[in-house]
């Protein structure tokens, strides 16, 4: 397989010269620095954040993966609003949405650069923590894309198929195993946020089948989005 910060530099110079007579050299002072202060950022502004979800919204996957992929630089790490767990889930699908309209177009330089890219962060992302969009829990999802349902007789394991706004491509199938059994029907029709750590990802490079990824999730969890 193909594989802000603001930095805020203040730099006091002590450019006071030493005045002598004119029978001694003018001796001039090293120039003192001050360190480096780092602001470290913990959380991605709401402002970016919407930047990004309405080039999600729009389909801009070219827009998408770029800022997913600047906003995961800027955050080092996780806060308590799983904005980088969040932003992992966001540059696959975007990239996925890439692909997929790279093939479309016959650009098939283009698709493979963008499988390459893909290939370098999925070895990066594998053992990381993961949170998906919110979606609805159905009971039963026959024929529906884009909302949870439970495995059949697997009652630890639940699964979405993740698809364009047309439902004609998809980007990836997800599944997500949880340490214990979940009772599907507690969630039913919420929103929910479905998350987990990626153990593994499988690739499809046949054209002729519409979908790009199977992503792979243990040590599941659930939040419910409350209104």
């Known amino acids: 397989m193909r594989k ?23 001796v001039k002072p090293i120039p003192k620095s001050v360190p480096v202060q780092e602001k470290i950022l913990t959380e991605i502004a709401d402002a970016d954040w919407n930047i990004l979800a309405d080039a999600l919204d729009a389909e801009n996957w070219n827009k998408s993966a770029a800022l997913a992929a600047q906003y995961l630089q800027n955050l080092p790490a996780d806060n308590d609003r799983k904005q980088l767990a ?9 990239l996925a949405g890439k692909i997929l309209a790279f093939n479309a177009q016959g650009n098939v330089s283009e698709a493979e650069k963008t499988w390459n890219e893909l290939d370098l962060i999925m070895a990066t992302f594998i053992g990381k ?25 697997t009652p630890k394991a639940f699964r979405t198929t993740a698809t364009n706004r047309e439902g004609n491509a998809i980007h990836s199938f997800d599944y997500v195993v949880f340490d214990q059994s979940v009772n599907i029907k507690e969630f039913e029709e919420k929103p929910t946020f479905l998350g987990g750590i990626l153990q593994k990802a499988d690739y499809n490079e046949d054209k002729s089948k519409p979908w790009i990824l199977r992503l792979f999730f243990n040590k599941g969890f659930l939040r419910v989005v409350v209104k």
Do not use: H, W
Request: aromatic residues 14%; charged residues 20%.
């Open 86 to 94: 969040q932003l992992r889930y966001i540059y696959l699908y975007a």
């Open 129 to 153: 923590e993961f949170v998906m969009p919110p979606r609805r829990f159905v009971e039963n999802c026959d024929k529906l894309l884009n909302v949870i349902c439970g495995v059949k007789a």
């Open 4 to 26: 802000f910060i603001f930095i805020t530099i203040l730099i006091c110079l002590s450019a006071t010269g030493i005045f002598a007579q004119k029978t001694r050299p003018v």
